[in-house]
């Protein structure tokens, strides 16, 4: 009979965590639409979510986020899949070279950003040695690579992150494909390249679509990197949010649970697209066994 219970508790840490996150995530979507009983807000309304996306400034949060997530997801995808098909054809799919790479993953993002700031701002490494070389005149000729409206820096943090979460994802997924169906689209006349993207690619594609849905949707919400690399403005909408958050008028606590709410509809659009290629992925692999 204990036996029988032992799952049954060994849910009941999962099961409190998941209602404090629902208490939360409630109490968030509600505040949101203007109902915070403590400080006289009873009534619902959509006006915070109108006017996050039409003031100006929060607007240009939301087009930063979005933008730094989507070239980090990008970016990251497009260089972890043509590094694992180097790693595939070089058959180096095991032993150090994958220690090496799952080396950045394990690395915190408050110590990325520190690398970063090191590496790449007016007083680096780099400009220091543009400077010894001769290519600029003064370190402050150095491109602004953190801090920039462009998110440069949170791009590049976030490159040395999800550039080896992407290579874990896909590596086996790749390595595992059938060599025969390379070698016989060379065998008709394609070229390795070719073979490459006609066959090995959309093979892998619903795997990669996948890793990058959840690069983006980790970049959209990250706080971290944002706040340590990010510029003045525009700010990225976490740190837009806390800023909300901590402002002197409670009466702006509503535009923070508004700028978490875009995040949320956000989020999960990209979990029901993930979804669906989980799905899609299941039922090819059945195809495939049967």
Not at 119 to 145: K, V
């Amino acid at each position: 009979m204990g036996r029988k219970r032992t799952p049954y508790l060994l849910l009941v840490p999962q099961m409190f965590l998941t209602v404090l996150l629902l208490i939360g995530l409630i109490t968030g979507i509600t505040q949101s639409f203007g109902v915070i009983p403590a400080f006289g807000l009873t009534e619902p309304t959509f006006r915070y979510y109108r006017e996050v996306l039409t003031k100006p400034d929060l607007v240009r949060s939301v087009c930063y986020s979005l933008w730094i997530a989507f070239v980090s997801a990008l970016l990251s995808a497009a260089a972890g899949v043509f590094l694992c098909a180097v790693l595939v054809a070089g058959h180096r799919t095991k032993g150090k070279i994958m220690r090496i790479i799952q080396l950045p993953i394990i690395v915190p993002h408050v110590v990325v950003a520190l690398f970063v700031v090191n590496l790449c701002s007016q007083n680096g490494l780099l400009a220091r040695i543009a400077f010894g070389l001769g290519l600029i005149g003064e370190q402050q000729e150095f491109p602004m690579l953190i801090y920039d409206r462009y998110g440069v820096g949170i791009i590049l943090a976030y490159l040395w992150k999800e550039i080896p979460f992407i290579i874990y994802f896909v590596i086996s997924l790749m390595a595992n494909i059938d060599r025969k169906l390379g070698e016989a689209a060379v065998n008709l006349g394609a070229d390795r390249i070719r073979a490459f993207f006609c066959v090995t690619l959309p093979l892998c594609a619903n795997t990669i679509c996948s890793g990058f849905l959840i690069i983006f949707v980790f970049a959209l919400g990250a706080y971290e990197l944002p706040f340590l690399l990010g510029a003045t403005v525009p700010k990225a909408l976490p740190v837009q949010a806390y800023i909300q958050y901590t402002h002197p008028d409670l009466q702006n606590r509503p535009y923070a649970m508004a700028l978490n709410g875009i995040i949320i509809v956000i989020s999960l659009l990209s979990a029901a697209v993930y979804f669906i290629l989980i799905r899609k992925n299941l039922k090819d692999l059945s195809k495939t066994d049967s």
